[in-house]
C-alpha cells in the first residue's frame, strides 16, 4: 500500500505473513547469511546498538552487471530483537537515488497464532520521490524491479520452504 498526503509525505507500507518465529525472520533480516539468499542477494551488515552502521554490499554478481559495490547505507535507530528495528536508509545504487536524502525503515514482528508471524516494513520516503518510485515498481523481476513486494515475498518463500524464489 502507498499513501502520499499533499505535503508530499510519502509512506509505504507492505504486511506479510510468514510461517516462522520471529526470531527466525529476525535473524534472516539481520544476518549476512541469510539476506544473500533472498530478494535482490545483497549481503547486509547491521550493528545492532543504537547509532550503529548499516549497509547492503552488492554481490558479486551484481557488480559485474554495473552495480556498486555498496547498495545501501544506514544507523540504526532502535533495535528490539526480535519485534522491532528502526534504520535509516540511504540507497546509492544509481545517481539519482543517491542524491537524496536518507529515508527511514520500520521494521514489526508480531506473532500470531499457529505459528504464523506478522511483518510489516513501513518506508518513510519523505524528499525520496525518485526512491519511492524504485522501491515500489511494478517493473518486471528481471529488469531490476520488484522493490519490498519482491524482497519481501522471496524471504517468506526462503523461510517456508528453505528454497529461495528462483528467477
Avoid: C
Wanted: charged share 25%; net charge negative; no cysteine.
Amino acid at each position: 500500500m502507498t499513501t502520499t498526503t499533499e505535503t508530499a509525505v510519502t509512506t509505504q507500507v507492505h504486511r506479510v505473513y510468514i510461517k516462522a518465529s520471529p526470531e527466525q525472520i529476525w535473524e534472516a533480516i539481520t544476518s549476512p547469511e541469510w539476506t544473500a539468499k533472498y530478494g535482490y542477494h545483497g549481503i547486509a551488515e547491521y550493528d545492532l546498538r543504537p547509532g550503529g552502521t548499516y549497509r547492503v554490499t552488492a554481490p558479486k554478481a551484481m557488480q559485474e552487471m554495473g552495480m556498486p559495490e555498496n547498495l545501501v547505507d544506514g544507523e540504526v535507530i532502535e533495535a528490539d530483537p526480535p519485534r522491532k528495528l528502526v534504520q535509516t536508509w540511504h540507497a546509492l545504487w544509481d545517481e539519482g537515488v543517491a542524491g537524496e536524502q536518507p529515508t527511514r525503515v520500520t521494521w514489526d514482528l508480531e506473532e500470531d497464532d499457529g505459528g504464523i508471524t506478522r511483518l510489516t516494513v513501513t518506508h518513510e520516503l519523505e524528499g525520496a520521490p525518485i526512491h519511492a518510485e524504485q522501491v515500489s515498481t511494478e517493473a518486471k523481476l528481471r529488469e531490476g524491479g520488484g522493490g519490498w513486494s519482491w524482497i519481501l515475498s522471496d524471504l517468506k518463500t526462503l523461510l517456508e520452504t528453505g528454497n529461495a524464489i528462483e528467477l
